[in-house]
């Protein structure tokens, strides 16, 4: 029997965890995703504030989904907001996230009141993502939430671009967070030890290939990685004659951006 999709206030099936389903793909634990693990799990022991920031593709919101998925699995609520979203849309998107019953209430001061009773039944995980698209009302209406002495709850900012210096610029927040971490692209040593365990298709690839392949495309983002993995395997079921290979690569990445000569 299929299963319904998650709530989008919840954490989402494990299938979705990889670029396009990618069939194969096993979960590689870089030292960026254990960090990660180990700083939620002390978020969650403690009930703070963190930040976690770094370049679109990095692997920050795959490294967070798994970490809740271990630690909170049914007590995170996940949100997302533009740029415009109000006070009274963040709170009434608060009150369905928590699944409080009828309608989100028009009197906002009620709306809170019935916010803090709910959180502080149990403890909460608040995931609010994409941080850098968000506005300072939200900033101040998840400082104020967590400021309740009666809510044990724990708040994790994740985004990309200029997410830091969003938290940074918002001071009663900042003072508050009890840390930050910055994702990076992955070193080569990281790519060597890595991307085989990653898929097979990486399986016999020497280190000159591995090498090749990102510096010609993927430059450490584990998305990049993915993309190239997907459509390598599609290559390889569509002709079996085919091997992982410079050539492949450079065919791989026309595809990808038809609008750069790679050599």
């Not at 001071?171 to 910055?182: F, G, I, T, V």
């Not at 990102?214 to 993915?226: I, P, Q």
Request: glycine residues 4%; charged residues 20%; hydrophobic residues 40%.
């Amino acid at each position: 029997m299929t299963q319904p999709p998650a709530p989008a206030c919840r954490l989402p099936d494990p299938i979705h965890d990889h670029y396009q389903r990618l069939a194969g793909a096993h979960t590689v634990g870089t030292k960026a995703a254990r960090e990660t693990e180990q700083l939620i799990k002390e978020a969650i022991e403690h009930h703070s504030i963190i930040c976690i920031h770094g370049q679109v593709g990095l692997g920050k919101t795959f490294a967070v989904h798994r970490a809740l998925r271990k630690f909170a699995p049914h007590n995170t609520v996940r949100l997302r907001f533009d740029a415009s979203a109000t006070k009274t849309e963040v709170y009434h998107a608060f009150w369905r996230a928590l699944a409080l019953p009828g309608k989100p209430l028009d009197n906002l001061a009620a709306c809170k009141g019935d916010i803090r009773q709910a959180l502080a039944s149990q403890p909460h995980v608040l995931l609010i993502d994409e941080v850098q698209n968000i506005n300072t009302s939200l900033m101040e209406s998840a400082r104020i939430l967590w400021d309740e002495e009666t809510n044990p709850l724990t708040v994790i900012l994740v985004g990309s671009g200029n997410t830091r210096q969003r938290v940074l610029r918002h001071a009663p927040l900042h003072s508050r967070l009890y840390q930050a971490q910055q994702f990076r692209p992955l070193s080569l040593a990281e790519v060597f030890n890595n991307i085989p365990p990653y898929h097979a298709v990486w399986n016999d690839a020497d280190q000159d290939l591995l090498a090749f392949t990102d510096d010609a495309g993927a430059h450490g983002y584990f998305r990049n990685w993915a993309k190239i993995t997907f459509h390598a395997q599609e290559a390889l079921k569509k002709n079996p004659e085919l091997t992982m290979s410079k050539e492949l690569i450079r065919w791989i990445l026309g595809r990808l951006d038809t609008t750069t000569r790679h050599s």
